[in-house]
Structures are given as C-alpha cells and as structure tokens.
C-alpha cells in the first residue's frame, strides 16, 4: 500500500460537514426521484467533502454500500466494505487520497483531481500556519 501524504487538520469542520450533508440530501433527492447516475454523482462529491472527517467519512460510504446494496452491485458492495475498515481511521490519521471518489470503480489510495467548489469549501475550512 502506498504511503498516503498527511492532509491538513480542518479547523472549520461545520464548513465541510453542511456541504457534505447538502451532497447526501441531494443524493437522496435523485434517489426519490429514481436518477440513480445523479445520486451516485452526489455520494462521490459527498465522499471527496467528508474525507476530513472521519464519521461522516464512514457514513458516506456506508451510504455508498447502501446504493450498491440497492443495485445488486456485488463489485461495489465488496469494495465499500473494504473502504468501511479503512476510512475512519484514514480519516482520523489524516492521511487518504485527497479527491478520490469512494466508488470501488477507482483505486482507493489514488488521490484525484477535487472539482473547484469543493475545493473552495476544503480550502476555506483550513488554515494555514505561518
């Protein structure tokens, strides 16, 4: 396993925790409305915003299990097990791949681009010591 880099603390968690859960909100929304490829879409942007933190971390992908579960997704179903025994403390240790987007579809230690308003949500609840 590659050796992940440590992502900074946040330091306005309430920042990132009301954009993540307006992501699972509209995910849920698309799931009502039955547009499973928009609900998938939101649980990704819901993963890249959690990712500092470890609860919600674990609960987007509990909440990806959900969507695999739902589908009948055995590929994605096994790889969010998987990411169940590693996220919280990745999380909590800092250290994930920056932007990945949680799916098993993707390699779990590779960071990924963070599309702009997410990082102008990650970027403002940091700061940087000088």
Not at 2 to 31: N, V, Y
Not at 68 to 80: K, N, P, S, V
């Amino acid at each position: 396993m590659p050796s992940l880099p440590k992502q900074p603390r946040p330091t306005d968690k309430q920042t990132i925790r009301r954009a993540w859960a307006d992501e699972l909100h509209a995910g849920r929304q698309a799931r009502a409305t039955g547009d499973s490829a928009a609900e998938w879409a939101h649980l990704e942007r819901a993963h890249v915003l959690s990712q500092p933190l470890a609860i919600a971390h674990i609960r987007t992908h509990l909440a990806m299990l959900g969507h695999g579960i739902r589908h009948r997704d055995r590929h994605e179903i096994a790889g969010q097990l998987v990411r169940l025994l590693v996220a919280g403390p990745g999380s909590a240790i800092r250290r994930y791949p920056l932007g990945n987007t949680g799916g098993a579809d993707v390699s779990a230690v590779v960071p990924m681009p963070v599309p702009a308003d997410l990082q102008t949500v990650l970027d403002a609840s940091v700061v940087v010591a000088r």
